[in-house]
């Protein structure tokens, strides 16, 4: 079982490029995409979140439910359900605004035990900034690293939500002896100001690097660095690449039973570059159409 913790929202998706586009809901938050994209791909799946009771929160959880997603544990609330506002440039890549006073995920609290047979844990975007849920997901960090889970991150960063950069990059720095796997984007890591020898040095086995139509890269603990191109295709938008990416790293480990820091050390140059070629169609299939929609397992086959 993979466990995926973070926000569920919707995207409000323009048709076309511009400010002043039309608008269409859509299910979304980065790690609610990483899990119904790690459910898509056949892993055994479940959602730790906050979810509003109103029918945006309802639909979201239906979406989890049609990718064999477990919603058992999932808490529920009053309160409306954040919306990010998306704008895609003439590239197809997307800026968000946020609108999250009050909402359900904001209000997560940590539960008392993770599902029984949990070998992962994926944190990341928007769930580690908000308080007071911010600290909750943390808390889960810590607490699933100290019982031996492999735990990924994606900080996924949205500057926009980020009031202090310089007390985010810092305890961002804290989080990484809790993590197993970081990945993120050339943009998150310029933003960050770390390089990957230096996060690496704080805690995580391997560190991969995305770097849009250019591809994937990973930094591992033992010094070594394995690149995928990207894949080519034609890009409607970015919405939900980056998720994908998480999830195939996820289950591309799990299929082969390497989620252990043991395991990632091991992997070697055929096993990394493997999993990123993985990872890198995962991704391109998802930015050949609107919106985050990940592939299944069949699209992937060969």
């Known amino acids: 079982m993979i466990v995926v913790a973070g926000e569920a929202l919707i995207d409000l998706v323009p048709h076309d490029p511009g400010a002043l586009a039309s608008l269409r809901p859509a299910l979304g938050g980065g790690p609610y995409n990483t899990a119904v994209a790690l459910g898509r791909l056949g892993s055994p799946t479940a959602f730790c979140s906050r979810v509003s009771s109103d029918a945006f929160g ?7 439910r049609a ?5 058992s544990g999932v808490e529920r609330g009053a309160e409306p359900t954040t919306l990010a506002v998306a704008t895609i440039d003439e590239q197809g890549s997307a800026a968000y605004s946020f609108y999250v006073d009050g909402t359900a995920d904001r209000l997560f609290t940590a539960p008392a035990a993770l599902p029984a047979g949990t070998r992962a844990v994926s944190f990341g975007t928007c769930s580690l900034v908000l308080e007071p849920g911010a600290s909750a997901y943390e808390e889960l960090m810590r607490t699933a690293a100290g019982q031996g889970v492999f735990t990924a991150l994606d900080p996924n960063i949205r500057a926009g939500l980020i009031p202090d950069a310089d ?15 970081l990945k993120l984007s050339e ?7 770390g390089t990957p020898h230096e996060w690496l040095a704080a805690g995580p086995s391997a560190v991969v690097i995305t770097r849009g139509g250019d591809g994937l890269t990973v930094f591992t603990r033992e010094g070594a660095e394995y690149s995928v191109p990207g894949e080519k295709v034609t890009v409607v938008d970015t919405i939900g690449a980056g998720d994908t990416v998480n999830a195939a790293l996820l289950h591309g480990l799990a299929a ?11 992997l070697g140059t055929d096993g990394w570059t493997r999993l990123l070629r993985f990872a890198s169609r995962a991704a391109a299939i998802t930015c050949s159409r609107a919106g ?3 592939p299944y397992a069949r699209e992937l086959e060969g």
């Open 58 to 64: 309802e639909a979201l959880l239906d979406g989890l």
């Open 67 to 71: 990718a064999g997603v477990d919603v």
């Open 167 to 181: 007390a985010y990059r810092a305890r961002f720095l804290k989080w990484l002896p809790s993590v197993t796997l």
């Open 187 to 193: 943009e998150d890591a310029r933003w960050l100001g």
């Open 256 to 266: 082969h039973d390497a989620l252990t820091a043991e395991a990632l050390a091991g």
């Open 292 to 294: 985050a929609e990940p």
